[in-house]
């Protein structure tokens, strides 16, 4: 069993930045997969990044690439995003999100464990 908790979260302007961290439990976090999720008022929960077990791969949604980086330490058994030249629209509440497998994916169902998301307001 995997606990996740994010933190970071916070209000930002309109083109700044914000970390969000997710620490995890258990020995095993170091094989599993990563991702972080978002879901918006009223829209449904969306794929936003995603990270293997080693860091060596990721993977981005169009609507954040270039502007958010996933990454991890397992040293720490921590996964972050970190968000720069934030929008409007990426206001949501982020999720992280684990997978029993080594490889990354970007469907909801593809992962196993859940946090209970932290609330990013961008500010226009």
């Known amino acids: 069993q995997v606990q996740l908790v994010e933190s970071g979260g916070g209000l930002v302007q309109a083109g700044g930045s914000q970390r969000l961290s997710c620490a995890a439990s258990g020995r095993a976090f170091s094989r599993y997969a990563m991702g972080w999720f978002r879901q918006a008022p009223g829209k449904e929960r969306e794929f936003a990044a995603a990270l293997s077990w080693s860091g060596a791969s990721t993977l981005y949604a169009d609507s954040v690439k270039g502007r958010f980086t996933i990454s991890r330490d397992n040293a720490k058994n921590t996964v972050y995003l970190q968000m720069n030249s934030l929008k409007p629209e990426d206001t949501a509440v982020y999720y992280c999100?684990?997978?029993?497998?080594?490889?990354?994916?970007?469907?909801?169902?593809?992962?196993?464990?859940w946090g209970q998301g932290t609330r990013v307001t961008v500010s226009s």
């Open positions: 999100a684990a997978r029993r497998v080594a490889g990354i994916a970007t469907g909801a169902t593809e992962y196993d464990y």
